[in-house]
Protein backbone atom coordinates (compact mmCIF):
# COMPACT_ATOMS: atom_id res chain seq x y z
CA UNK A 1 0.00 0.00 0.00
CA UNK A 2 2.48 2.49 0.68
CA UNK A 3 4.38 1.63 -3.00
CA UNK A 4 0.75 2.14 -4.24
CA UNK A 5 0.58 5.55 -2.32
CA UNK A 6 4.33 6.83 -2.94
CA UNK A 7 3.35 5.49 -6.81
CA UNK A 8 0.16 7.69 -7.12
CA UNK A 9 1.88 10.78 -5.95
CA UNK A 10 4.62 10.80 -8.25
CA UNK A 11 1.93 9.88 -11.06
CA UNK A 12 2.79 6.15 -11.62
CA UNK A 13 1.01 3.07 -10.78
CA UNK A 14 -0.91 1.07 -13.51
CA UNK A 15 -3.46 4.00 -13.78
CA UNK A 16 -1.06 6.31 -14.42
CA UNK A 17 -2.26 9.41 -16.56
CA UNK A 18 -5.87 7.87 -16.80
CA UNK A 19 -8.51 10.40 -16.33
CA UNK A 20 -11.46 8.72 -13.74
CA UNK A 21 -15.16 10.15 -13.44
CA UNK A 22 -17.22 8.81 -11.18
CA UNK A 23 -20.47 9.87 -9.31
CA UNK A 24 -21.31 8.53 -5.65
CA UNK A 25 -23.94 9.21 -2.42
CA UNK A 26 -27.88 9.57 -2.50
CA UNK A 27 -29.20 12.66 -4.47
CA UNK A 28 -32.07 14.71 -2.70
CA UNK A 29 -34.75 16.25 -4.40
CA UNK A 30 -36.52 19.13 -2.44
CA UNK A 31 -39.90 20.10 -2.25
CA UNK A 32 -39.86 23.01 -0.26
CA UNK A 33 -37.07 24.08 1.93
CA UNK A 34 -36.72 21.64 4.34
CA UNK A 35 -38.42 18.38 2.74
CA UNK A 36 -36.71 16.09 0.24
CA UNK A 37 -37.01 12.55 -1.45
CA UNK A 38 -33.95 10.39 -1.47
CA UNK A 39 -32.46 7.16 -0.51
CA UNK A 40 -30.17 5.80 2.20
CA UNK A 41 -27.11 5.81 0.48
CA UNK A 42 -23.97 6.96 2.26
CA UNK A 43 -21.27 7.03 -1.00
CA UNK A 44 -18.98 4.90 0.65
CA UNK A 45 -18.87 2.09 -1.60
CA UNK A 46 -18.37 5.07 -4.50
CA UNK A 47 -15.69 6.50 -2.50
CA UNK A 48 -13.95 3.29 -1.70
CA UNK A 49 -13.72 3.16 -5.74
CA UNK A 50 -12.16 6.99 -6.31
CA UNK A 51 -9.33 6.05 -3.68
CA UNK A 52 -8.59 2.78 -5.20
CA UNK A 53 -8.60 4.60 -8.39
CA UNK A 54 -6.42 7.19 -7.39
CA UNK A 55 -4.12 5.21 -5.27
CA UNK A 56 -3.51 3.03 -8.43
CA UNK A 57 -2.43 6.43 -10.15
CA UNK A 58 -5.85 7.48 -11.71
CA UNK A 59 -6.41 11.00 -11.25
CA UNK A 60 -10.12 11.13 -9.91
CA UNK A 61 -12.89 13.45 -10.07
CA UNK A 62 -16.33 12.31 -7.94
CA UNK A 63 -19.68 14.15 -8.13
CA UNK A 64 -20.78 13.21 -5.16
CA UNK A 65 -24.06 13.90 -3.41
CA UNK A 66 -24.76 15.04 0.48
CA UNK A 67 -23.31 12.73 2.25
CA UNK A 68 -21.45 12.81 5.51
CA UNK A 69 -17.88 13.04 6.38
CA UNK A 70 -15.66 11.36 4.18
CA UNK A 71 -12.30 11.14 3.26
CA UNK A 72 -11.66 13.48 0.77
CA UNK A 73 -7.74 13.62 0.05
CA UNK A 74 -6.18 13.34 -3.39
CA UNK A 75 -9.77 13.34 -4.75
CA UNK A 76 -10.90 16.28 -6.87
CA UNK A 77 -14.49 16.38 -5.39
CA UNK A 78 -17.68 18.29 -6.97
CA UNK A 79 -20.52 18.55 -4.19
CA UNK A 80 -23.69 18.60 -5.84
CA UNK A 81 -27.17 17.98 -4.04
CA UNK A 82 -29.96 16.93 -6.92
CA UNK A 83 -30.22 15.02 -10.02
CA UNK A 84 -30.24 18.20 -12.59
CA UNK A 85 -27.33 19.56 -10.32
CA UNK A 86 -25.17 15.89 -10.95
CA UNK A 87 -26.35 15.53 -14.30
CA UNK A 88 -25.03 19.33 -15.37
CA UNK A 89 -21.75 18.42 -13.78
CA UNK A 90 -21.02 15.06 -15.40
CA UNK A 91 -22.07 15.87 -18.84
CA UNK A 92 -19.74 18.64 -18.67
CA UNK A 93 -16.64 16.31 -17.99
CA UNK A 94 -17.53 12.95 -19.29
CA UNK A 95 -16.53 14.12 -22.91
CA UNK A 96 -13.06 14.73 -21.67
CA UNK A 97 -12.36 11.37 -19.05
CA UNK A 98 -11.32 7.62 -20.34
CA UNK A 99 -13.62 5.95 -17.14
CA UNK A 100 -17.08 6.97 -15.91
CA UNK A 101 -18.10 5.11 -13.09
CA UNK A 102 -21.52 5.70 -11.93
CA UNK A 103 -21.83 4.61 -8.52
CA UNK A 104 -24.45 7.18 -7.18
CA UNK A 105 -28.14 6.09 -6.44
CA UNK A 106 -29.84 9.22 -8.29
CA UNK A 107 -33.25 9.78 -7.33
CA UNK A 108 -35.69 9.01 -10.62
CA UNK A 109 -38.31 11.31 -9.44
CA UNK A 110 -38.78 14.66 -8.16
CA UNK A 111 -41.51 17.11 -6.78
CA UNK A 112 -43.02 19.16 -9.80
CA UNK A 113 -42.53 22.32 -8.10
CA UNK A 114 -40.70 23.40 -4.80
CA UNK A 115 -42.49 25.48 -2.54
CA UNK A 116 -39.95 28.41 -1.64
CA UNK A 117 -41.62 28.01 1.99
CA UNK A 118 -41.97 25.33 4.46
CA UNK A 119 -45.50 23.83 3.40
CA UNK A 120 -47.82 24.01 6.89
CA UNK A 121 -49.45 21.42 7.89
CA UNK A 122 -52.78 23.19 8.07
CA UNK A 123 -55.68 21.61 10.05
CA UNK A 124 -56.52 18.69 7.16
CA UNK A 125 -55.60 15.61 7.62
CA UNK A 126 -57.11 13.97 4.37
CA UNK A 127 -54.44 12.60 2.38
CA UNK A 128 -52.84 14.80 -0.31
CA UNK A 129 -51.22 13.80 -3.89
CA UNK A 130 -47.53 14.99 -4.26
CA UNK A 131 -47.01 15.21 -8.15
CA UNK A 132 -43.56 13.69 -9.46
CA UNK A 133 -41.80 14.17 -12.40
CA UNK A 134 -38.38 12.09 -13.64
CA UNK A 135 -35.51 13.47 -13.48
CA UNK A 136 -32.45 13.25 -15.59
CA UNK A 137 -31.14 9.75 -16.21
CA UNK A 138 -27.02 11.03 -15.68
CA UNK A 139 -25.64 7.65 -17.11
CA UNK A 140 -27.69 7.30 -20.02
CA UNK A 141 -27.46 10.87 -21.08
CA UNK A 142 -23.73 10.59 -20.40
CA UNK A 143 -23.84 6.71 -22.60
CA UNK A 144 -25.68 9.42 -25.52
CA UNK A 145 -23.38 12.34 -25.15
CA UNK A 146 -20.13 10.11 -25.83
CA UNK A 147 -21.43 7.78 -28.29
CA UNK A 148 -20.24 9.26 -30.91
CA UNK A 149 -16.71 9.59 -29.62
CA UNK A 150 -13.63 8.74 -31.61
CA UNK A 151 -12.29 7.36 -28.23
CA UNK A 152 -15.65 7.09 -25.95
CA UNK A 153 -14.96 6.65 -22.15
CA UNK A 154 -15.11 2.81 -20.57
CA UNK A 155 -18.76 3.08 -19.13
CA UNK A 156 -19.25 1.09 -15.72
CA UNK A 157 -23.09 1.37 -13.85
CA UNK A 158 -24.62 0.56 -10.68
CA UNK A 159 -27.55 -1.22 -10.25
CA UNK A 160 -29.30 -1.60 -6.48
CA UNK A 161 -32.15 -3.78 -7.27
CA UNK A 162 -34.14 -5.75 -4.87
CA UNK A 163 -35.61 -8.52 -6.63
CA UNK A 164 -34.57 -10.08 -10.21
CA UNK A 165 -31.16 -8.72 -9.51
CA UNK A 166 -29.15 -10.25 -12.49
CA UNK A 167 -31.92 -9.78 -14.78
CA UNK A 168 -32.70 -6.29 -13.78
CA UNK A 169 -28.72 -5.26 -14.27
CA UNK A 170 -28.33 -7.13 -17.40
CA UNK A 171 -31.41 -5.02 -18.97
CA UNK A 172 -30.01 -1.64 -17.69
CA UNK A 173 -26.45 -2.17 -19.05
CA UNK A 174 -27.83 -2.97 -22.79
CA UNK A 175 -30.11 -0.25 -22.70
CA UNK A 176 -27.46 2.12 -21.09
CA UNK A 177 -25.00 1.04 -23.72
CA UNK A 178 -22.41 0.18 -21.00
CA UNK A 179 -19.36 -1.88 -20.86
CA UNK A 180 -19.91 -3.29 -17.60
CA UNK A 181 -22.14 -3.31 -14.37
CA UNK A 182 -21.94 -3.97 -10.67
CA UNK A 183 -25.03 -5.03 -9.47
CA UNK A 184 -26.41 -6.10 -5.86
CA UNK A 185 -29.06 -6.53 -3.70
CA UNK A 186 -29.55 -4.12 -0.69
CA UNK A 187 -32.00 -6.05 0.96
CA UNK A 188 -29.23 -8.74 1.02
CA UNK A 189 -27.87 -8.83 4.89
CA UNK A 190 -24.17 -7.45 4.61
CA UNK A 191 -24.96 -5.56 1.24
CA UNK A 192 -26.41 -2.41 0.03
CA UNK A 193 -26.99 1.06 1.63
CA UNK A 194 -25.10 1.86 4.61
CA UNK A 195 -23.13 -1.23 5.21
CA UNK A 196 -19.62 -1.70 5.46
CA UNK A 197 -19.52 -4.92 3.71
CA UNK A 198 -20.84 -5.61 0.28
CA UNK A 199 -21.18 -8.02 -2.09
CA UNK A 200 -21.77 -7.40 -5.82
CA UNK A 201 -22.42 -9.16 -9.53
CA UNK A 202 -19.96 -7.46 -11.94
CA UNK A 203 -21.47 -8.04 -15.29
CA UNK A 204 -19.48 -6.95 -18.46
CA UNK A 205 -20.92 -6.11 -22.06
CA UNK A 206 -19.25 -9.17 -23.24
CA UNK A 207 -21.33 -11.54 -21.37
CA UNK A 208 -18.92 -12.17 -18.41
CA UNK A 209 -20.21 -12.60 -14.52
CA UNK A 210 -18.03 -12.25 -11.38
CA UNK A 211 -18.91 -12.09 -8.24
CA UNK A 212 -17.09 -10.19 -5.81
CA UNK A 213 -17.29 -9.43 -1.33
CA UNK A 214 -15.70 -8.59 0.70
CA UNK A 215 -15.70 -4.83 3.04
CA UNK A 216 -16.03 -2.26 0.83
CA UNK A 217 -12.61 -1.50 0.58
CA UNK A 218 -12.08 -4.91 -0.69
CA UNK A 219 -14.58 -4.93 -3.17
CA UNK A 220 -13.67 -1.27 -4.83
CA UNK A 221 -10.08 -2.43 -5.08
CA UNK A 222 -10.99 -6.02 -6.81
CA UNK A 223 -13.48 -3.93 -9.35
CA UNK A 224 -10.80 -1.68 -10.08
CA UNK A 225 -8.58 -3.99 -10.75
CA UNK A 226 -10.63 -6.09 -12.57
CA UNK A 227 -12.79 -3.50 -14.99
CA UNK A 228 -9.67 -0.97 -15.31
CA UNK A 229 -6.28 -2.75 -14.82
CA UNK A 230 -6.59 -6.06 -16.12
CA UNK A 231 -9.87 -6.14 -17.99
CA UNK A 232 -10.99 -9.51 -19.58
CA UNK B 1 -16.63 20.11 32.87
CA UNK B 2 -14.28 17.22 35.10
CA UNK B 3 -16.37 17.82 37.77
CA UNK B 4 -19.62 17.97 36.37
CA UNK B 5 -18.70 14.64 34.25
CA UNK B 6 -17.38 13.19 37.75
CA UNK B 7 -20.99 14.34 39.12
CA UNK B 8 -22.86 12.79 36.42
CA UNK B 9 -21.07 9.48 37.10
CA UNK B 10 -21.80 9.50 40.61
CA UNK B 11 -25.59 10.62 40.44
CA UNK B 12 -24.87 14.07 41.51
CA UNK B 13 -25.30 17.49 39.90
CA UNK B 14 -28.59 19.77 39.63
CA UNK B 15 -29.98 17.57 37.41
CA UNK B 16 -29.89 14.33 39.44
CA UNK B 17 -32.52 11.92 40.01
CA UNK B 18 -34.71 13.65 36.33
CA UNK B 19 -35.47 11.51 33.78
CA UNK B 20 -35.24 13.26 30.56
CA UNK B 21 -36.79 12.09 27.22
CA UNK B 22 -35.58 13.69 23.81
CA UNK B 23 -36.03 12.57 20.44
CA UNK B 24 -33.68 13.74 17.97
CA UNK B 25 -32.44 13.18 14.12
CA UNK B 26 -35.19 13.21 11.17
CA UNK B 27 -37.67 10.29 10.16
CA UNK B 28 -37.68 8.52 7.45
CA UNK B 29 -40.78 7.72 5.45
CA UNK B 30 -40.49 4.84 2.85
CA UNK B 31 -43.17 4.46 -0.43
CA UNK B 32 -40.71 1.49 -1.61
CA UNK B 33 -37.37 -0.10 -0.06
CA UNK B 34 -34.84 2.25 -1.46
CA UNK B 35 -36.67 5.68 -1.13
CA UNK B 36 -38.29 8.29 1.28
CA UNK B 37 -39.44 11.36 2.49
CA UNK B 38 -37.10 12.89 4.73
CA UNK B 39 -35.10 16.20 6.11
CA UNK B 40 -31.79 17.19 6.44
CA UNK B 41 -31.72 16.75 10.21
CA UNK B 42 -28.50 15.67 11.26
CA UNK B 43 -29.25 15.11 14.85
CA UNK B 44 -26.59 17.43 16.39
CA UNK B 45 -28.68 19.78 18.40
CA UNK B 46 -30.62 16.74 20.21
CA UNK B 47 -27.72 14.92 21.18
CA UNK B 48 -26.02 18.12 21.97
CA UNK B 49 -28.90 18.82 24.67
CA UNK B 50 -28.79 15.37 25.53
CA UNK B 51 -25.02 14.86 26.23
CA UNK B 52 -25.46 18.33 27.88
CA UNK B 53 -28.33 17.01 30.27
CA UNK B 54 -26.48 13.72 31.05
CA UNK B 55 -23.33 16.11 32.20
CA UNK B 56 -25.69 17.64 34.53
CA UNK B 57 -26.31 14.45 36.04
CA UNK B 58 -29.92 13.59 34.60
CA UNK B 59 -31.00 9.97 33.30
CA UNK B 60 -31.42 10.67 29.59
CA UNK B 61 -33.16 8.31 26.52
CA UNK B 62 -32.75 9.65 23.58
CA UNK B 63 -35.45 8.13 20.82
CA UNK B 64 -33.56 9.04 17.94
CA UNK B 65 -34.05 8.96 13.92
CA UNK B 66 -31.91 7.69 11.35
CA UNK B 67 -28.17 9.70 11.39
CA UNK B 68 -24.52 9.30 10.78
CA UNK B 69 -22.06 8.05 13.75
CA UNK B 70 -23.04 10.31 17.08
CA UNK B 71 -21.50 9.90 20.76
CA UNK B 72 -23.57 7.39 22.20
CA UNK B 73 -21.68 7.22 25.58
CA UNK B 74 -23.49 7.77 28.77
CA UNK B 75 -26.76 8.16 27.40
CA UNK B 76 -30.00 5.23 26.46
CA UNK B 77 -30.53 5.18 22.88
CA UNK B 78 -33.42 3.73 21.20
CA UNK B 79 -32.97 3.75 17.57
CA UNK B 80 -35.90 4.60 14.99
CA UNK B 81 -36.86 5.09 11.38
CA UNK B 82 -40.17 6.64 10.43
CA UNK B 83 -42.52 9.14 12.46
CA UNK B 84 -44.68 6.14 13.65
CA UNK B 85 -42.05 4.38 15.45
CA UNK B 86 -40.98 7.47 16.94
CA UNK B 87 -44.32 8.11 18.27
CA UNK B 88 -44.80 4.40 19.31
CA UNK B 89 -41.47 4.44 21.28
CA UNK B 90 -42.30 8.27 22.88
CA UNK B 91 -45.67 7.29 23.70
CA UNK B 92 -44.73 4.16 25.85
CA UNK B 93 -42.08 6.51 27.46
CA UNK B 94 -43.39 9.91 28.44
CA UNK B 95 -45.43 9.19 30.96
CA UNK B 96 -43.13 8.36 33.32
CA UNK B 97 -40.09 10.77 33.07
CA UNK B 98 -39.69 14.29 34.34
CA UNK B 99 -39.08 16.40 30.83
CA UNK B 100 -39.77 15.32 27.27
CA UNK B 101 -37.35 17.52 25.03
CA UNK B 102 -38.81 16.89 21.14
CA UNK B 103 -35.85 18.42 19.04
CA UNK B 104 -36.62 15.39 16.22
CA UNK B 105 -37.58 16.95 12.56
CA UNK B 106 -40.40 14.55 12.13
CA UNK B 107 -41.56 14.35 8.87
CA UNK B 108 -45.32 15.38 8.81
CA UNK B 109 -46.56 13.40 5.93
CA UNK B 110 -45.53 9.75 4.49
CA UNK B 111 -46.83 8.06 1.21
CA UNK B 112 -50.31 6.08 2.19
CA UNK B 113 -48.45 2.73 1.05
CA UNK B 114 -44.90 1.04 0.73
CA UNK B 115 -44.73 -0.87 -2.45
CA UNK B 116 -42.85 -4.38 -1.23
CA UNK B 117 -40.03 -4.24 -4.04
CA UNK B 118 -37.97 -1.11 -5.72
CA UNK B 119 -40.68 0.54 -8.18
CA UNK B 120 -39.07 0.64 -11.43
CA UNK B 121 -39.06 3.62 -13.40
CA UNK B 122 -40.87 2.14 -16.52
CA UNK B 123 -40.95 3.93 -19.95
CA UNK B 124 -43.49 6.15 -19.13
CA UNK B 125 -41.90 10.02 -18.42
CA UNK B 126 -45.12 11.10 -17.72
CA UNK B 127 -46.15 12.83 -13.70
CA UNK B 128 -46.97 10.28 -11.26
CA UNK B 129 -49.15 10.96 -8.01
CA UNK B 130 -47.71 10.23 -4.90
CA UNK B 131 -50.51 10.01 -2.31
CA UNK B 132 -49.29 10.97 0.95
CA UNK B 133 -50.97 11.03 4.49
CA UNK B 134 -50.21 12.51 7.91
CA UNK B 135 -47.84 11.41 10.37
CA UNK B 136 -48.67 11.35 13.92
CA UNK B 137 -47.77 14.51 15.82
CA UNK B 138 -45.98 12.99 18.45
CA UNK B 139 -45.30 16.19 19.99
CA UNK B 140 -48.70 16.81 20.43
CA UNK B 141 -49.85 13.41 21.55
CA UNK B 142 -47.26 13.24 24.26
CA UNK B 143 -48.73 16.17 25.09
CA UNK B 144 -52.06 14.84 25.23
CA UNK B 145 -51.08 12.20 26.87
CA UNK B 146 -49.63 13.76 30.33
CA UNK B 147 -52.62 16.63 30.29
CA UNK B 148 -54.23 14.69 33.36
CA UNK B 149 -51.25 13.74 34.80
CA UNK B 150 -50.91 14.82 38.40
CA UNK B 151 -47.23 15.75 37.74
CA UNK B 152 -46.91 15.73 34.19
CA UNK B 153 -43.42 16.33 32.37
CA UNK B 154 -42.08 19.81 31.35
CA UNK B 155 -42.64 19.93 27.60
CA UNK B 156 -40.15 21.72 24.94
CA UNK B 157 -40.70 21.75 21.54
CA UNK B 158 -38.68 23.02 18.73
CA UNK B 159 -40.00 25.07 15.83
CA UNK B 160 -37.65 24.52 12.33
CA UNK B 161 -39.22 27.97 10.23
CA UNK B 162 -38.55 29.22 7.28
CA UNK B 163 -40.75 32.39 7.66
CA UNK B 164 -42.40 34.27 10.71
CA UNK B 165 -40.41 32.45 12.68
CA UNK B 166 -41.83 33.58 16.00
CA UNK B 167 -45.30 33.56 15.41
CA UNK B 168 -45.39 29.98 14.08
CA UNK B 169 -43.41 29.03 17.13
CA UNK B 170 -45.57 31.32 19.51
CA UNK B 171 -48.48 29.34 18.10
CA UNK B 172 -47.08 25.67 17.91
CA UNK B 173 -46.20 26.68 21.50
CA UNK B 174 -50.11 26.86 22.66
CA UNK B 175 -51.50 24.69 20.20
CA UNK B 176 -49.72 22.04 21.97
CA UNK B 177 -49.49 23.11 25.74
CA UNK B 178 -45.84 23.38 25.69
CA UNK B 179 -43.78 24.86 28.78
CA UNK B 180 -41.49 26.25 26.50
CA UNK B 181 -40.58 26.25 22.59
CA UNK B 182 -37.12 26.65 21.01
CA UNK B 183 -37.38 28.43 17.19
CA UNK B 184 -35.10 28.34 14.64
CA UNK B 185 -34.67 30.09 10.97
CA UNK B 186 -33.35 27.05 9.19
CA UNK B 187 -32.56 29.81 5.98
CA UNK B 188 -30.37 31.58 8.05
CA UNK B 189 -26.45 31.36 7.80
CA UNK B 190 -24.82 29.21 10.98
CA UNK B 191 -28.25 27.99 11.62
CA UNK B 192 -30.38 25.30 11.49
CA UNK B 193 -29.84 21.77 9.53
CA UNK B 194 -26.33 20.36 8.79
CA UNK B 195 -24.42 23.59 10.66
CA UNK B 196 -22.21 23.03 13.83
CA UNK B 197 -23.48 26.63 15.21
CA UNK B 198 -27.04 27.43 16.01
CA UNK B 199 -29.06 30.85 16.51
CA UNK B 200 -32.11 30.26 18.29
CA UNK B 201 -34.93 32.12 20.12
CA UNK B 202 -36.82 30.32 23.51
CA UNK B 203 -40.54 31.12 24.21
CA UNK B 204 -41.90 30.11 27.47
CA UNK B 205 -45.54 29.71 28.49
CA UNK B 206 -45.17 32.66 30.43
CA UNK B 207 -44.10 34.50 27.62
CA UNK B 208 -40.41 35.31 28.05
CA UNK B 209 -38.61 35.24 25.38
CA UNK B 210 -34.47 34.70 25.00
CA UNK B 211 -32.10 34.70 22.28
CA UNK B 212 -29.38 32.26 22.05
CA UNK B 213 -26.21 31.45 19.74
CA UNK B 214 -22.84 30.02 19.77
CA UNK B 215 -21.74 26.11 18.81
CA UNK B 216 -24.72 23.63 19.39
CA UNK B 217 -23.21 22.18 22.09
CA UNK B 218 -22.86 26.00 23.77
CA UNK B 219 -26.30 26.57 23.29
CA UNK B 220 -27.30 23.41 24.41
CA UNK B 221 -25.55 23.71 27.74
CA UNK B 222 -27.25 26.99 27.96
CA UNK B 223 -30.96 25.75 26.85
CA UNK B 224 -30.70 23.12 29.78
CA UNK B 225 -29.52 25.79 32.46
CA UNK B 226 -32.60 28.18 31.18
CA UNK B 227 -34.87 25.54 30.57
CA UNK B 228 -34.24 22.55 33.68
CA UNK B 229 -31.65 24.23 36.27
CA UNK B 230 -33.05 27.86 36.56
CA UNK B 231 -36.20 28.46 34.70
CA UNK B 232 -37.23 32.13 34.71
Known amino acids: AIVQAVAARFGAGPLAGKRVLLTAGPTREFLDP ?3 ISNPS ?3 MGMALA ?5 LGAEVTVVLGPV ?3 ERGGLDIVDVVSADDMAREVLSRVG ?3 VFIATAAVSDWRPETRAPQKVKKGASTSPEALTLVRTPDVLAEASRQVAGQPKRP ?3 GFAAETERVVAHARDKLERKGLDA ?3 NDVTAP ?3 FGTDTNRVTVLTRSGAQHELQGSKREVAQALIELLLVSPS
Chains 1, 2 share one sequence.
Not at 51 to 55: G, K, P, Q, S, Y
Open 96 to 98: TVD
Open 154 to 156: VLV
Open 42 to 44: TGK
Open 68 to 70: GTV
Open 34 to 36: VRF
Open 181 to 183: IVA
Open 190 to 192: GAG
Open 51 to 55: HAART
